[in-house]
């Protein structure tokens, strides 16, 4: 067992580490949501808020040292979702659970907005080879990228810094049928629908 768990790390390259660097940034983010709701501290919400702009870095390394040593590998590709996922799909959706979107209504939107995360990072790895061509290179992402998630988490800071959390979230709460509704949410339904989009092509750097 031992032998076998070593293996499985030498088949790791460099570019490998800094896409567990991401999920780890991502999963402090969704403890320090946590945190804040059970201990009401904002710094350990702003402290989640700031760990996933450090995850869009080492997610935007892993890619460049990857090319730069010219390895890349099926097992590289699926860490990257995996850990995009994470840390721009799951932890964006659990610190806006954090600041206050809480209704009923908003977890429907913010699970739909995770599983647009999920299906678009999915539909990528299928049809990445396809997209590439003769070159190797995929020239355009076809709806938004998920780590576009990152402008939520700024105007969730934003919110945060200036006290627009909980009770006084910017634009309200209404009542729809049983459930609570916060407005501010329909900005992850938005970024959802992007990401599922197939006629938004966006170049690809």
Not at 13 to 25: E, I, Q, R, V, Y
């Amino acid at each position: 067992m031992k032998q076998r768990h070593f293996s499985m790390l030498r088949e790791f390259h460099l570019a490998d580490w800094f896409t567990l660097a991401n999920a780890f940034c991502g999963t402090g983010a969704i403890f320090a949501a946590m945190r804040f709701l059970q201990d009401g501290v904002v710094r350990d919400l702003l402290i989640g808020m700031a760990l996933i702009p450090l995850a869009f870095i080492f997610d935007a390394l892993d890619g460049r040292i990857a090319r730069w040593r010219k390895v890349s590998s099926t097992l590289g590709r699926e860490l990257d979702s995996l850990a995009d996922v994470i840390s721009f799909g799951v932890a964006p959706a659990a610190l806006a659970y954090a600041c206050g979107m809480q209704g009923g209504w908003d977890w429907i939107v913010l699970s739909y907005f995770v599983g647009c995360g999920v299906s678009r990072l999915a539909r990528y790895n299928v049809t990445a080879e396809q997209l590439a061509g003769d070159e190797g290179k995929v020239k355009y992402f076809e709806g938004t990228p998920i780590p576009t998630s990152l402008a939520l988490v700024i105007v969730l800071a934003v919110a945060a810094l200036q006290g627009a959390i909980g009770e006084n979230l910017w634009l309200g709460m209404i009542k729809i049928g049983p459930w609570q509704f916060h407005p501010l949410v329909l900005m992850f339904a938005i970024s959802g629908s992007l990401m599922i989009s197939k006629t938004l092509r966006i170049p690809k750097p």
